[in-house]
């Protein structure tokens, strides 16, 4: 399309206009001094008009084109990798979680976190089972979702893996979802556990702490 702003406007007062002017003059009554002025108004107006439709036609194409250009998403610059995979419960543990039911603390421990990698890279490719998450029905790997033969009740674990377990137990009873009065109560319960004289005035004293905190946990 030719671009209407660099046409040369066509002498209307020629000869060749004549017999438009005449026609122009007998149907509006004008004088004859005004039909080549109205002549070159409505060819400037339909020329301004060709030139907008042409400027908003590339306009469009131009968008168009940018649309289907490839473009790079974006990144933090201030974002980190960390340098140690985060351990993780089995699915079986962490749907005890979002249930709000009991579940031991050995499948948070070091341990018990282990024992849920190996599970994931020894399940068979077509073994899977129904299974709610986050109020929806998800199809994962059978054996993910069953109690571990490994699994440890809580007054069998080391004081020390106790203490490990616990926090992240709490990490994620907080990422299922507990209230936040339940999540406060627990840690203050397990910080009381940790502190509490009878580890430092008996040689029993973890163990009995272990077998008080099993009982009140499976409570």
Known sequence: MADPSLEV??????????SIREDLI????????????????????QDEEERLAKEAEAEKEHLDAEKKKPK????SATATVSDAIAPR???????KLNNFEYVELWYFSPEGCKDAMKLLLSISDDMFSLAR???????????????????LPDHELSF????????????????????QTHLDALALFFWHLENHAIRNNSELGDIVIL?????????
């Not at 002498?11 to 206009?17: N, R, S, T, V």
């Not at 929806?136 to 490994?150: G, V």
């Not at 008080?212 to 409570?219: D, K, N």
Request: hydrophobic share 45%.
């Open 9 to 18: 406007c066509p002498d209307f007062a020629g000869d060749l206009y004549a």
């Open 26 to 45: 007998a149907a509006t009554g004008a004088n004859k001094a005004r039909p080549e002025a109205e002549i070159e108004w409505a060819c400037t107006a």
């Open 72 to 75: 790079m998403k974006g990144f």
């Open 89 to 95: 419960p089995s699915q079986y543990a962490i749907q």
């Open 133 to 151: 998450l986050d109020n929806q029905l998800t199809i994962c790997p059978a054996p993910a979702f069953k109690a571990s033969k490994a699994a």
């Open 160 to 179: 020390s893996t106790f203490l490990h377990a616990k926090n992240l137990f709490l990490t994620h009873a907080s990422t299922a979802k507990w209230p």
């Open 211 to 219: 077998h008080y905190a099993s009982c009140c946990l499976v409570t």
